[in-house]
């Protein structure tokens, strides 16, 4: 089983910054992919970005250039830091671990965006 638990959520107001952390432990393997996703009220759990183990990223055409995850493996922790933030940004963040060599998925408990003046 891994654990993983979201910090860094907040209320910033258009144009601001703010950077979330996800923390995982548990039985942590590798190779394996970190990411988030994120889910507005009334739609569909979207992806935002994905980093794998080895560095490679993915993105959501929506957050490119705005957005930025990095990820410390001797942490077992995968950040998500946000720039530039739109109204259109709010959402519940749901933090993902996943290993590459098996079918588990898990999923943080989320951590609630408001971009609003």
């Known amino acids: 089983q891994v654990q993983l638990v979201e910090s860094g959520g907040g209320l910033v107001q258009p144009g601001g910054s703010l950077t979330l952390s996800c923390a995982a432990s548990?039985?942590?393997?590798?190779?394996?992919?970190m990411g988030w996703y994120r889910q507005a009220p009334g739609k569909q759990r979207d992806l935002v970005t994905t980093?794998?183990?080895?560095?490679?990223?993915n993105y959501a055409d929506s957050v490119k250039g705005r957005f930025t995850i990095s990820r410390d493996n001797a942490k077992n922790t995968v950040y998500l830091q946000m720039n530039s933030l739109k109204p259109e940004d709010t959402a519940v963040y749901y933090c993902?671990?996943?290993?590459?060599?098996?079918?588990?998925?898990?999923w943080g408990q989320g951590t609630q965006v408001t971009v609003s003046s």
């Open positions: 980093m794998t183990s080895g560095g490679n990223t």
């Open positions: 548990g039985s942590i393997s590798r190779p394996n992919v």
């Open positions: 993902n671990y996943r290993p590459r060599l098996s079918s588990d998925n898990y």
